[in-house]
C-alpha cells in the first residue's frame, strides 16, 4: 500500500508532529498499580525524528487470509461460530491532520462474551468459547477505511483492587507509515458504567481524551436481523510537510 | 476568534495489558491456525545481505526482575544503511530484509532474540551520519505509552562517538545504557532497564 503522498505523488518525508504527552496517559499511574515498577522515572530525550522513525515497513493486503477480519469464525469449527452478541466494529484511520492513513495495519484482540482471554496466564472462571480464539486483523483501504467482524467482548475482573472490573473492551495496536506513529490502545463501548470506574481508562487524564476511546453504536451501519455496528476512529500522529525544510544533498 | 487549525488529537495510548501475544504473537501464545505465522518473526532469509547477528533482549523493572509478559519491535536499516520503506528516497533497500521485527519475551527467562543482521549507517537531519542503531519500541502490561529507544553497538566504538543523536545525552554516564555488547560471535546483549541507575535512556521522538 502506498505511503503519504505529496500532491507531486511523492512518499512522504516529514517528521511527526510531537507527541501531546499531557493528553496520553503518564507512565507512572499508580492507581493502575503494574505501573509503579515498569515507569520509566528520568526525562525523555527529546528529539525531532530523523530517518530512522520517519520510515516504516508496509503490510500487503496479500498477507491477509479470509477470515483475518472474522473473529466470529476465524477460530471456530467449520460451520460453528462464537458465542455472543454479534457485532461489527468499523471506522477510519487518520492522522492528526485528518488525512486517512491508507495501509495502515490494525490487530486487534479481546475477550470472550463471558470476559475470558484464550491466554495460559489468564485465570478468571468464566469459560473459554472452543469457537473463539480473539485475535484478527485487518489493513486499512486507500482511505483509510477499516471493518471487522467479532462478538462483543464481556467485562472481567483483574487483579488490581480486590474489586476492579475491565469495561467490555477491544484492544488494537495500529501501525501507520512511520516507525514514531505506532500505538496501542483500547476501544470501548458507547453507554457502558465501567468505563468511568476503571483504573486503566483512568490513566489516561483527560476525560475529553478518553471519550475519543468509546465507539459510538451506529444503527444505520447496523445489519438487520445479524449484527449491530459500533465506529471506531483511530488518530495517529500527523506528519510535517517537508516542503520547505532545509534538507542536505542525499537526505 | 481565529480560523481553526482542524487539527485532530492522536488517539491516547493504553496499555497493551498481559494479554497482548494473543493480538500480535497468537501462535506463540497458543492460538495457532488463525495466522499462518506471527508477524515479524522472521527478519532475514538465505538472500538477505549483511552480517548476520543475534540480538538478545531483556527487559528489566524497578526491581531488576525481567519482565516475562512485554513485546518488543524493531526496526533498522539494511546493511547499506537504507530501510525498506516507501518514505526512504536514497534508494533502494535490500528487497530480502524487511528491517522490521516483533518478539515477544520468553515467559519463563524474559529473555527476546532477534535474528537479524547488523544496519548500516544513515544520515541524521543535516547530513551527519548516525552510528548504526536499530530502533527499539516496547509495550508490556504496565506501561501506559509504547516506550522508543535505540540500541547501538559496543564495538562500533568510533561511529557511537561521532553519533548525533548520542551527543545529545546531557548526562554522559548514561550513553552505555543504549549501547549493547558484543559478546562475540556476532551476539549482542542489549539489557533494558526500566527504572533505577541504569535506566535506559527513553525517547520522545
Ligand atoms: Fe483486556
Not at chain 1, 87 to 114: H, T
Not at chain 2, 97 to 103: A, D, L
Not at chain 2, 127 to 136: D, K, T, V
Request: aromatic share 10%; hydrophobic share 35%.
Amino acid at each position: 500500500m502506498p505511503a503519504d503522498k505529496t500532491p507531486n505523488g511523492n512518499p512522504e518525508t516529514g517528521a511527526f508532529f510531537q507527541r501531546d504527552r499531557l493528553w496520553h496517559p503518564p507512565a507512572f499511574t499508580p492507581t493502575y498499580k503494574t505501573s509503579v515498577l515498569r515507569s520509566p522515572q528520568k526525562a525523555l530525550l527529546s528529539l525531532d525524528n530523523t530517518i530512522s522513525e520517519i520510515t516504516g515497513p508496509v503490510f500487503g493486503h496479500d498477507m491477509l487470509g479470509e477470515l483475518d477480519n472474522d473473529l466470529i469464525h476465524n477460530f471456530a469449527k467449520p460451520g460453528e461460530s462464537a458465542i455472543g452478541e454479534r457485532i461489527i466494529v468499523y471506522g477510519r484511520v487518520l492522522d492528526e491532520r485528518g488525512k486517512g492513513v491508507p495501509g495502515a495495519l490494525l490487530e486487534f484482540w479481546q475477550a470472550n462474551a463471558g470476559g475470558r482471554y484464550r491466554h495460559k496466564k489468564e485465570g478468571y472462571i468464566a469459560a473459554l468459547d472452543p469457537n473463539f480464539g480473539g485475535c484478527g486483523r485487518t489493513i486499512a483501504d486507500e482511505d483509510g477505511n477499516y471493518a471487522f467482524r467479532t462478538i462483543k467482548p464481556g467485562p472481567y475482573p483483574w487483579p488490581n483492587g480486590v474489586n476492579d472490573w475491565r469495561p467490555a473492551h477491544i484492544h488494537f495496536s495500529v501501525f501507520g507509515h512511520g516507525f514514531a506513529q505506532r500505538l496501542i490502545t483500547q476501544m470501548y463501548f458507547e453507554g457502558d458504567p465501567l468505563i468511568w470506574l476503571c483504573p486503566i481508562v483512568r490513566t489516561i487524564p483527560d476525560r475529553a481524551a478518553i471519550e475519543t476511546l468509546i465507539a459510538a453504536l451506529d444503527m444505520q451501519a447496523t445489519i438487520p436481523m445479524d449484527a449491530r455496528a459500533y465506529k471506531f476512529d483511530i488518530v495517529l500522529r500527523g506528519r510535517r510537510s517537508s516542503l520547505f525544510e532545509n534538507r542536505l544533498e542525499g537526505n | 476568534m481565529v480560523q481553526s487549525l482542524n487539527r485532530l488529537k492522536e488517539s491516547p495510548s493504553q496499555t497493551a495489558g498481559p494479554y497482548v501475544h494473543i493480538g500480535l504473537t497468537p501462535n506463540f501464545c497458543g492460538i495457532p491456525g488463525v495466522f499462518e505465522e506471527d508477524l515479524g518473526a522472521r527478519m532475514v532469509n538465505d538472500k538477505t545481505k549483511g552480517e548476520r547477528i543475534t540480538v538478545r533482549t531483556r527487559v528489566f523493572d524497578g526491581t531488576g526482575t525481567p519482565l516475562k509478559d512485554a513485546l518488543i519491535e524493531i526496526w533498522q536499516a539494511d546493511s547499506d544503511g537504507l530501510y525498506n520503506s516507501p518514505s526512504e528516497l536514497r534508494g533502494q533497500a535490500d528487497p530480502n530484509f524487511t528491517g522490521w521485527g516483533r518478539k515477544p519475551t520468553d515467559m519463563v527467562s524474559g529473555e527476546c532474540v532477534f535474528e537479524t543482521i547488523k544496519p548500516g549507517r544513515a544520515p541524521f537531519k543535516d547530513g551527519r551520519m548516525m552510528a548504526p542503531h536499530i530502533s527499539f519500541w516496547i509495550v508490556a502490561r504496565g506501561i501506559n505509552l509504547g516506550l522508543q529507544t535505540r540500541m547501538y553497538f559496543s564495538d562500533e566504538e568510533a561511529a557511537n562517538a561521532e553519533d548525533p543523536v548520542l551527543a545529545r545525552i546531557e548526562h554522559r554516564l548514561r550513553v552505555p545504557t543504549l549501547i549493547a555488547e558484543h559478546k562475540g560471535g556476532g551476539v549482542y546483549e542489549f539489557d533494558i532497564h526500566l527504572q533505577g541507575d541504569r535506566e535506559t535512556v527513553f525517547f520522545d521522538i
